[in-house]
């Protein structure tokens, strides 16, 4: 029983303790640290056009199928930057087919008129599929790529020059190595309105 | 797609690089030598001893060990119920969350506690900053110590030679948190805040949106909190997406370093364990066994989910990899990481306890979801949780020894100890109980209908979520097929609507509570009922456990014990949808 008492005292100890050190020292001490070297970053990233706060360049957001802007991933959550959740349905979901089909159509209504003959096979899988986490921040390249056509004429651009722009907002894997290239919406739309193709 | 496979061969490579480093320095900690960071942590060390009243030479026995970490879990499981219970009067609150329901407190409290992290709490959508530092991330340190301090006490009763001692399992506590896994922490969490990953105290921040909406951004410590989730296998994210979300994950670059912090632990263990006992080809033939294990386990994911899912085939969707795009089943997956990161995450979080995911796993391929289901259902032995999967897999070890030994009429010996009638009984309680729970928990959970108003898919997929659900609280692994009573969160502002439902939080509570205590208590037993055992030399007949033949054996035991106990429950989940293309 003195073996119990003893445990139930140095438990509450240790849990003190621990706390301390490990739940209010340790994440106090890196957000002092973090604010002090990477004080962007540790806010959030923010991304700014005229002085104001536009978004983040790591949070996707709605472009509301403006033809200007190049358009993000489809997203369960509409685009929430705080109340975040999965899309959740199965591989072999009737309700998820019929979003993807929907999503197909939506995405070659928008863009055939300015990629004559684009059929279904040359939708890459990322225009028409929820992300993870409802706000990718990515487009991958080809479907960049397909909408840059659009963009450009909207916008009385040349291609190659909203290509240009494309490739210099692509994020490439780390190392040459790991993850997969995408290509930064919110950026990429931001560098657009400043002008930044013209 | 060679690409693809690239990235997962070399990053294995690097692993089994940092193993004999890490698990080196793993093995002095266990071993109260001086490290490199004595002079700094040293009189931390010291003024905890003090503060505890321990003396960290005083051994303690396997009963003294295991009673001390029940008491310590017990009073941090009080703890954090109270700090959930009590949210609304904390500060650090920017959000003005109230406090947890006791349902959920109870579910979240014996996730904590358990190394698990099942997430049936929305981390932004009800957790104070407060909550989330001295509660969750306190027990993410202290419930991993507690594993690697069991696989301290674990070896060092298969290699003692003499006495009842397995050390004292305060000093371990101490010494794990303090010199590895607290520094690791602290460098890791700054690399990822230097990519992305927010580490601030400021409240959320609402802005106008280039097209001209609003978004509101939810801010918080993440940082600190993440680089300790992936390190301690924990995987209880600070948003509901997890590392999905990109400021929990936001580069390829972070996406690794998570991967490495996860395996990092688990993997150098096995080395840790080869050096202590003196035999370090041992250590690499578990190794060895689990790596095999890990790659079948990645390869059969990736290639599924490269394969696309019948959703995107009858919709008309070309799932072939093209010019500037992966193609595969990239529902629930991120740009940046694709399929391949995404299918290795998988594989990591689901081999390993951690349970953080990058990507949405009820949208897996039949497959593909069967992956994480068969990796949890050995188990956790293949890397494991912190100090879990090993002390998990050396319990599989002895059993192999029996095994062997029945096959070849020997008295069954490991490390020249006499494997006997009380150890098998104890292997056996550890390594069916965890089984047993999920069987029963998930059987009761689709059986009744308290149990089924948690499924949010139709057809086999709905079973696959049950049977998810308990396989990952049971192997205190907390990765889920999130639509499990996840559609009644998303919409909730506060508190309101995160309860899950009473059923889902209690039966996974105890679950959790039941299959990481138990077993831990079995190996502890077992392990001072080897300490006292005289060493026979090796002999001409002494079948060797650190030889080839012995990591297939193993690997068949291991497969079997799995196999045998779920093949039943895969085929009517995810293996039909795996073989099917009709739609539910």
Redesign the interface.
Known sequence: MSGLRKDLLTATMAIVFLTLVLGIAYPLVTTGAAQLAFPGASDGSKVEMDGKVVGSKLIGQDFKGLPRYFQSRPSATEYSGDVTYFNNLGPNSRELSGFFAEQLAAYLKRQRPYNPGLSAADVPVDAVTTSASGVDPHISLANARIQARRVAEVRDLSLTRVLDLVDEHTAGRFLGLFGEPGVNVLELNVALDQGAAE | VA?GW??IV??LLVLTALVPLVGSYIAAVFQGERVFLSPLLGP?ERF?YR????RPEEGQDWK?YA??IV??S???WL?LYLILRTQGVQPLNPEGFGSGPWNLSFNTASSFVTNTNWQYY?G??TLSYCVQ???L??QN??SAAVGIAVLAAVIRGFAARSGSALGNF?SD??RI??YVL?PI??VA??VL??????????G??T???????T?????G?V???EAIKELGTNGGGF???NS????EN????T??VELMLILVIPASLTYTFGRMIGNRRQGWAIYGAMMAMFLVAVAVVYAAEQH?????H??????AS?????????????????I??SSLWTAVTTVTSCGA????L?????I??LVPLASMGTGEVVFGGVGSGLYYMLLFVLLTVFIAGLMVGRTPEFLGKKIESREVKLVLVGVLVTPLLVLFAAAWAVASPDGTQSI??????GF?ESLYAYMSQANNNGSA???YT??I????PGNVGSEAFSFANLLGGVVMLLARFLPMIAALAVAGSLAGKRVAPAGAGTFRADSPTFVVLLIGVVVIVAALTFFPAFLLGPVV?GL?????
């Open positions: 690409q690239a990235q070399v990053f931390v905890a503060v505890l009243r321990v003294a009673r001390s008491v310590f017990l009073l941090s703890a929305g932004e959508t530092m001295v509660g991330t306190v340190f202290v305060w506590l101490i948190n303090l607290l922490s602290f969490a700054l805040v230097s990519q992305g990953v927010i580490q601030t105290l400021d959320s921040q802005f106008h949106t280039l097209a001209g909406g978004q509101t951004l939810a801010l410590p940082a600190s909190q948003f509901n997406v999905a979300y990109p400021l936001p580069s390829s670059l996406n690794v696309g899912s019948p959703a995107q009858h919709a008309g969707l070309l799932t093209i010019e500037g795009s992966t193609g595969g089943n990239m529902e629930g997956k991120e740009v940046r990481n694709g391949a990161q995911v990058n990507a949405a009820d949208s897996l391929t039949g593909g979801g949010y898919n139709h057809g086999p997929q696959s097929f999130a639509g996840g559609f969160q998303p919409n909730a949808q099917t293309d009709q739609l539910f």
